[in-house]
Nanobody, 114 residues
Framework: VQLQASGGGLVQAGESLRLSCAAS????????MGWYRQAPGKQRELVAA???????NYASSVKGRFTISRDNVKATVYLEMNSLKPEDTAVYYC?????????WGQGTQVTVSS
């Protein structure tokens, strides 16, 4: 199983980034997918999630700014991040959850300067 996250980088406040997570080794279409983040000295937190039925859920801090989506053909989940703030700075991790499975990607760094 591999979850390959990409798209992180250094941006200024107010700018946008799009994260991608390409999955392999799983039946992607039946998995719930999510993005988590962990800032230095803080616990990992859920940013956004999307079920196999395309139901989405967002942390209150990102609602209205971030959009999660999935492409089952490409086995990829995306996180469109707009109006980025310095407090969005963190390592972002991709997560795949099934009935008994729980997989994590390697993380991609997002840094937002003020």
């Amino acid at each position: 199983v591999q979850l390959q996250a990409s798209g992180g980088g250094l941006v200024q406040a107010g700018e946008s980034l799009r994260l991608s997570c390409a999955a392999s080794g799983i039946i992607f279409s039946i998995m719930g997918m999510g993005w988590y983040r962990q800032a230095p000295g803080k616990q990992r937190e859920l940013v956004a999630a999307i079920t196999s039925s395309y139901i989405t859920n967002y942390a209150s801090s990102v609602k209205g700014r971030f959009t999660i989506s999935r492409d089952n053909v490409k086995a990829t989940v995306y996180l469109e991040m707009n109006s980025l703030k310095p407090e969005d700075t963190a390592v972002y991790y991709c997560n795949a959850v099934g009935r008994t499975e729980n997989y994590w990607g390697q993380g991609t760094q997002v840094t937002v300067s003020s």
